[in-house]
């Protein structure tokens, strides 16, 4: 069963993220296939962005499962299924507990708007704000058993401007979030990402980085 990589994306929400994953593969860019798109949230407009991919679908709804470990031994039993061997996190609000965690060690990878270690959690753009964060940015990171926690992949960093609103903010930060989050995936897809503690080793990287970096913040 060789045929090459398979993912299997977790949304809960709109999936901009996820449709700029679909547009990567299908511009040939990432050299894998999209399986299944998983949601916790019946009416998520990733779910509808998966069926105009003709991505198959499933609503695994929460209220099913007596707790989050029962919930998350159906999602991999669900991921088995269609013989994934990548999780994308992709605006999935559940924590993933250790039964999702140990059976894809290394190879569940999310996206986080701010820059981790800085602000894990929700409501990350205000929270920068509010703390007058000079810069902010975002994190593709693969995931641990805690929140927000795992080995850092790529990031890329924007400025926080003083006169920025979390919707301004959250908008400069989503852009770089759908250039990165479809590169981490490339690199995964060609092998080229392995995790030693927490670093994370990009193969024949170039040595200035720069195909990862932003360029240089311009006021919109
Ligand atoms: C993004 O900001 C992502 O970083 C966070 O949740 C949001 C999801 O947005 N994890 P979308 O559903 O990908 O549009």
Do not use: W
């Amino acid at each position: 069963m060789a045929e090459g990589l398979k993912i299997g994306v977790l949304a809960s929400g709109r999936g901009s993220n996820f449709q700029a994953i679909i547009d990567a593969v299908n511009a040939g860019k990432i050299n894998a296939k999209i399986a299944v798109c998983i949601s916790d949230v019946s009416d998520a407009y990733a779910l509808e962005r998966a069926r105009k991919n003709l991505t198959a679908t499933e609503f695994i709804d929460p209220k099913q499962y007596k707790d989050r470990a029962e919930y998350d031994r159906k999602i991999v039993e669900t991921l088995k299924k269609y013989d994934v061997g990548l999780v994308l996190l992709a605006g999935y609000m559940k924590l993933v507990t250790p039964v999702i965690v140990d059976e894809f060690r290394n190879k569940i990878i999310n996206i986080h708007p701010a820059l981790l270690p800085s602000f894990p959690g929700l409501h990350v753009q205000r929270k920068a704000i509010e703390y007058r964060a000079k810069f902010s940015g975002c994190t593709v990171h693969f995931v641990d058993a805690g929140m927000d926690t795992g080995p850092i992949i790529i990031q890329a960093v924007v400025p926080v401007f003083q006169d920025d609103t979390e919707d301004s903010l959250a908008a400069r930060i989503l852009k770089q979030e759908h250039r990165i989050y479809p590169e981490a995936v490339r690199l995964f897809a060609e092998g080229r990402l392995s995790v030693q503690g927490r670093r994370v080793i990009i193969k024949d990287a170039p040595e200035s980085h720069d195909e990862f970096l932003v360029n240089p913040p311009v006021r919109e």
